[in-house]
């Protein structure tokens, strides 16, 4: 298996990472939250919103890919943390989705560990992210990189099911 090579996203991987992102949910949050949102989930739509995503948060979001033999594995997001409207001097990652056909080959790690990287360098003290409570999985993965939950959760609904999160920090050392 050759080495994974992580690089800022460009405009023209905002389909494979909607493919991603989408296998990502329905394999992830399988159980986790109603199947009939899961299944209505489209790829073209996600596509599009990422598209104007990759536009409109340009300054404030980046977007990363991983990739193994030049075929895209991975995907992840990071920013300013966000609290409510305000924005803080910490940063939060956003989201990270790996093609399930690519589990466990340290695709999640490598695009943790370049977030975490970037995000220490640009002088952030701490790192948040939230995931699902009830996604054990991810949690440890997670907890294996260094995030602890702090105590905080945040109601999520879905299709009227509550599905909720908690809040995970990293404490970073600026580079």
């Known amino acids: 298996m050759s080495a994974i090579r992580v ?12 493919e991603i992102r989408i296998g990502g949910w329905r394999t992830a ?18 596509a ?17 890919i991983a990739e193994r033999d030049g075929t895209t594995t991975g995907w992840a997001c990071h920013g300013p943390y966000r609290e409510g409207d305000t924005r803080t001097g910490d940063a939060e990652l956003y989201a990270i989705y790996v093609d399930p056909a690519h589990y466990c080959d340290g695709i999640g790690h490598a695009l943790l560990e370049e977030s975490v990287r970037r ?6 003290a701490r790192m948040f992210l939230w995931v699902l409570k009830e996604n054990t999985g991810a949690r440890r993965f997670y907890e294996r990189a260094g995030f602890r939950p702090d105590g905080a959760e945040e109601p999520f609904e879905v299709d009227g ?15």
């Open 119 to 124: 995000c220490s360098a640009a002088g952030h």
């Open 161 to 175: 099911v509550a599905v909720p999160e908690v809040r995970y920090v990293r404490e970073l050392i600026a580079a």
């Open 29 to 46: 949050y399988r159980g986790l939250m109603p199947q009939s949102h899961l299944d209505a989930l489209s790829v073209a739509e996600d």
């Open 48 to 64: 599009e919103r990422r598209r104007a995503r990759f536009i409109d948060l340009a300054d404030s979001v980046v977007n990363l």
């Open 7 to 18: 690089r800022d996203m460009v405009y023209a991987d905002c389909d494979r990472v909607a």
